[in-house]
């Protein structure tokens, strides 16, 4: 491979091209006044829920206890396997070992390699992952690396299942980025990656056709627990 | 080129299947686009501060390109500098030799399809395969782009019917559904037995080394995360200083370009995954100049650097709406095509295209960062004049003729009774037809020119009639 190296051409043309010969930190722009989010959580859940329905995902509303039901409701055991992240949230309410002691076969994705994720994850039938935020204003969820596999697990199978706490869903766009702006701040030595969900994988590339499905899920259900 | 930009534009207003395909695009985008943006508060607002960001950024494109290479490699990224499109491609080739890499998974980019690097992968025997749904229909039928975010905008279903039981042997795929199932499928080997994933990127945000990429199909989301390698190719002017500034253009963005309030991912990435981990996952940026820097120098012209690639001008643009993108003969088509392509490439080479415009404005009008296209358009269409590039000798000499007459008013009135004279001479039912020489007679082949009725203005307005 050939030698990279420090070869900066491209920025002595840059301060050139702007008439000076070293660069100068500039005075940064002032802060931009975002747009007022709506405040009222019940208006915030129903915007949230909205939304998601306006890009073809599916909303379900329920108590922890009845979280397991739910997911065997949208795929039930016999639909294939079910691979879940390291989530926190999914290890806390126990769903893989009650899946499991309801017949379901499940695929834990923690400590597994690349190689083998992708491959498995390729033949999965879902995926379930938590959320790190959820965005009511465009019914977007956000999912990180922070969670281990979360971002395959919610790409590959044709199915992904999204488990969202109602004190996840924030109002507004500004929010939550600037929430992840501040993790990202924070978090500069990592290798961190965060995804925008907003519902499943869509193309309009055929005479503006919508198709759902094309490269991602097919199928989006988001289920919020208090 | 073979072809110039009178001959292709002819060739596109004869076929009547490209015509009905760009007329029902282009309406639909514009439709989209009227409905989407009426769901925020305050648009224009937001056009302000984004043109704002952008115009500060430019201005010390020096200080926040190095501030966002200092991020990247201190997450464990790579970056290289590329002058031109030829660096970046050989930068690919030896990261991909060296790795053993022989197929490559790529997602849409224009900046890549500006620099060919498809040519120079397959010439290095690696196979490029494009990813989004238009683009690998524009690769099957070997063809360019015709608009920046929807690339197949001018083919039928039927035309990608026949392509693709014709390219792929799977039989014919008869609805939309069909076609976009045959495709997942096919791709989806791809992306698994990929050793490197091809990107480009919306955005670069400096403060934090961030790349973030804007779809709807999940090909990115595929590209960057399934192969252990991930490449960024990325013009030099896509960085922003915060991240907090984007959610001014995440909302611009996608209510521009398709008329969504937001696409299906965004993906925001920082290094190479899992580095602690796993070993062999790696993060390339390369941040390509490929003429940026000759934009940038010349002050009228710099913002034309803002641009964030939606394609709303091209689907405003009465040009774009008749003649489509092919014909415009570089990558980037419409107006903002007219305007970089002659700066990118040369004006000797791609000096007709500020002529095809009608400077209506509409493009101004719909820009999400306020570029002002039309009055960029006239400062290359006068560069060219001056360059000698428009060969139009005998207009030349009566633009001049007419300036001088313009300062001189007794010539000024006695010219305008010649021409009011001859031209009614001319015209029959009251239109010129056909002038008898060039220039005036290139100007009425495609047009009438309607005589004038009654005396002059300054005749009327010295008797006082209105």
């Keep these: 491979m050939t030698e990279v190296g420090k070869q900066d051409g491209v920025l002595d043309n840059v301060r050139r091209a702007l008439g000076r010969t070293t660069t100068v930190a500039p005075v940064p722009l002032e802060d931009f006044a975002a747009p007022r989010a709506e405040s009222d959580p019940d208006a915030v859940l129903k915007r949230f829920i909205d939304e998601v329905q306006l890009v073809r995902g599916a909303v379900h509303l329920c108590a922890s206890n009845d979280l397991v039901p739910t997911i065997l409701q949208i795929q039930p055991p016999e639909a294939g396997e079910i691979a879940i992240s390291g989530s926190h949230l999914l290890s806390d309410l126990a769903v893989e070992r009650e899946l499991v002691a309801n017949g379901c076969s499940v695929f834990n994705t923690a400590g597994v390699d690349h190689e083998k994720l992708v491959t498995r994850l390729a033949g999965a039938a879902a995926g379930i992952t938590s959320v790190d935020y959820a965005l009511a204003e465009t019914g977007t969820l956000a999912v990180s690396s922070d969670e281990p596999a979360a971002l395959l697990v919610s790409l590959l199978p044709p199915v992904h299942i999204a488990i969202v706490r109602r004190a996840q869903i924030f109002a507004s766009l500004d929010e939550v980025i600037n929430g992840l702006g501040q993790q990202a701040l924070e978090a500069r030595a990592g290798g961190r990656s965060v995804s925008f969900i907003t519902g499943p994988s869509r193309t309009s590339d055929v005479e503006l056709v919508l198709s759902i499905g094309v490269h991602g899920p097919k199928e989006l259900h988001v289920i919020v627990v208090p | ?466």
């Design chain 2, 1 to 466: 080129m073979t072809t110039n930009l009178t001959e292709r534009s002819h060739a596109a207003l004869g076929d009547s299947t490209l015509q009905r395909a760009l007329g029902k695009a282009t309406n639909t985008f514009i439709e989209r686009r009227r409905e989407a943006i009426t769901s925020v508060d305050d648009w224009e607002a937001l056009r302000v501060r984004a043109r704002r960001v952008k115009e500060h950024t430019i201005n010390h494109l020096d200080h926040y390109l190095t501030q966002l290479v200092e991020n990247v490699e201190a997450q464990k990224g790579k970056v290289f500098w590329a002058q031109t499109g030829e660096d970046v491609s050989r930068y690919i080739i030896d990261l991909a030799r060296a790795r053993g890499v022989t197929s490559v998974v790529k997602s849409k980019s224009m900046a890549t399809e500006e620099i060919e690097l498809n040519h120079a992968l397959e010439a290095a025997r690696i196979v490029p395969v494009e990813t989004d749904l238009g683009e690998y229909i524009i690769q099957l039928a070997n063809e360019k782009p015709s608009h920046i975010i929807v690339p197949a905008i001018h083919k039928t279903r039927d035309q990608i019917s026949d392509l693709f039981e014709e390219k792929l042997g799977q039989g014919r795929p008869h609805e939309v559904a069909d076609i976009t199932r045959l495709a997942r499928q096919r791709l989806r080997n791809e992306f698994l037995s990929a050793g490197m994933g091809i990107t480009g990127a919306n955005f670069l945000i400096a403060e934090t080394g961030t790349l973030v990429l804007v779809e709807n199909e999940g090909n990115i989301r595929l590209s960057t995360q399934v192969p252990k390698i991930h490449v960024a190719v990325v013009g030099i002017e896509k960085v922003i200083p915060k991240y907090s500034d984007l959610s001014v253009f995440l909302r611009l963005l996608a209510r521009s370009g398709t008329g969504q309030k937001q696409t299906a991912y965004v993906s925001f990435l920082n290094g190479p995954r899992q580095v602690d981990r796993e070993p062999g996952f790696e993060f390339h940026l390369i941040l390509m100049d490929n003429g940026r820097t000759r934009i940038l120098a010349d002050e009228h012209m710099r913002e034309s650097l803002y641009c964030i690639r939606c394609g709303a001008c091209l689907n405003v643009c009465p040009v774009y709406q008749k003649i489509g993108g092919q014909a415009y003969g570089w990558i980037y088509p419409g107006p903002i095509g007219a305007v970089i392509s002659p700066q990118l490439q040369s004006l000797e080479q791609a000096g007709e295209l500020p002529f095809a415009s009608s400077l209506c404005g509409a493009c101004r009008d719909a820009c999400p960062v306020q570029i002002n296209l039309p009055d960029m358009l006239l400062g290359l269409r006068a560069a060219a004049k001056e360059s000698k590039i428009d060969k139009k000798a005998g207009e030349q000499t009566m633009m001049r003729g007419y300036a001088f007459a313009a300062r001189h008013p007794k010539l000024f009135a006695l010219g305008g009774k010649l021409m009011r004279t001859f031209t009614r001479l001319m015209a029959k039912d009251g239109q010129v037809k056909s002038a008898p020489f060039a220039p005036l007679s290139d100007w009425t082949k495609y047009r009438d020119f309607p005589a004038p009725r009654g005396g002059s203005f300054r005749a009327r307005w010295k008797k006082g009639t209105k």
